[in-house]
């Protein structure tokens, strides 16, 4: 009887001790952890109200991603939405019909474009159209990645 009993306290001690490992606290954040608060532009502009020729001489510069100090961080993924009014003939009623469209790509590894993207909005740019350029991804220099703010382009004119 007393092996037995020796033998539950051994084995619920022994249970008891594996589960305080666990319970451990993190150390507290240094300042070498801290993440950078990092702001996307594009051609040097982080949005706003753009003219049709603004716009057609931004798209062709590459997509940067600084922090304040002015530090650069390389980009490996970022989406482009851009926003327009197209108009087609119902070919049962014969009506034209205006309606939002979107056209939408994703980019790896590059701040850039595409060239096919770069021509289509230089040829078809108009007013009311919106560029949205989100899911910026930037490489820290620890090498982790970072979500970093959208930027929206309203073309005027």
């Known amino acids: 009887m007393k092996k037995i009993?020796?033998?539950f306290l051994i084995f619920f001690g022994i249970a008891?001790?594996?589960?305080?490992?666990?319970?451990?606290?993190?150390?507290a954040a240094t300042s070498q952890t801290s993440v950078p608060k990092l702001q996307a532009s594009l051609g040097g502009s982080r949005g706003g109200n753009l003219s049709i020729?603004?716009?057609?001489k931004i798209?062709?510069?590459a997509l940067a991603v600084r922090d304040p100090e002015g530090n650069s961080y390389?980009?490996?993924h970022f989406r482009v939405f851009y926003k327009f009014r197209s108009s087609s003939v119902d070919h049962d009623s014969g009506e034209r019909k205006t309606v939002d469209d979107m056209r939408v790509d994703e980019f790896y590894n590059t701040g850039k474009m595409s060239e096919l993207w770069k021509e289509s909005i230089k040829d078809n740019a108009a007013a009311n159209?919106?560029?949205?350029i989100?899911?910026?991804m930037a490489r820290l220099k620890n090498g982790k990645k970072i979500q970093v703010a959208s930027i929206r382009f309203k073309v005027t004119e």
């Open 5 to 7: 009993l020796i033998f």
């Open 16 to 27: 008891a001790q594996a589960q305080d490992k666990g319970t451990k606290t993190r150390p």
């Open 53 to 56: 020729a603004e716009l057609s």
């Open 59 to 61: 798209v062709d510069s």
């Open 74 to 76: 390389p980009i490996t």
């Open 129 to 132: 159209d919106e560029m949205i």
């Open 134 to 136: 989100d899911n910026i």
